[in-house]
């Protein structure tokens, strides 16, 4: 997790450095680019379903796994972007849901 984190504010300071005219603007934007990657994850998983008529199996779960990561790297680049501690948001954050999941009824 260390690593996917280092890259994570690598590219949000990137980001950062190269849109400097409006803080709020450019967060705005990265919650959208989160979005935009979801859809490249919705539209992989269609296509190694093969449920678009138009393109039939256009994509393989390789291509799911990619989009996913794409999608999750985006998410935690708004995070770095947003300031604070995000290593220690993250954390705890996996700690409340790790706890409401050890919780769920009927799974092991």
Do not use: Y
């Amino acid at each position: 997790m260390e690593e996917l984190l280092q890259v994570a504010n690598l590219v949000a300071n990137k980001l950062n450095s190269r849109f400097k005219d409006d803080p709020e603007k450019l967060r705005m934007l990265q919650g959208l680019k989160v979005q935009e990657e979801a859809g490249e994850l919705a539209q992989a998983i269609i296509g190694a379903l093969g449920l678009n008529p138009n393109k039939g199996h256009s994509h393989t779960w390789d291509h799911v796994r990619a989009e996913a990561c794409d999608t999750a790297l985006t998410a935690l680049v708004t995070l770095c972007m947003l300031g604070g501690d995000p290593e220690w948001f993250l954390a705890e954050h996996l700690r409340t849901i790790r706890t409401k999941a050890e919780g769920w009824e009927g799974t092991a």
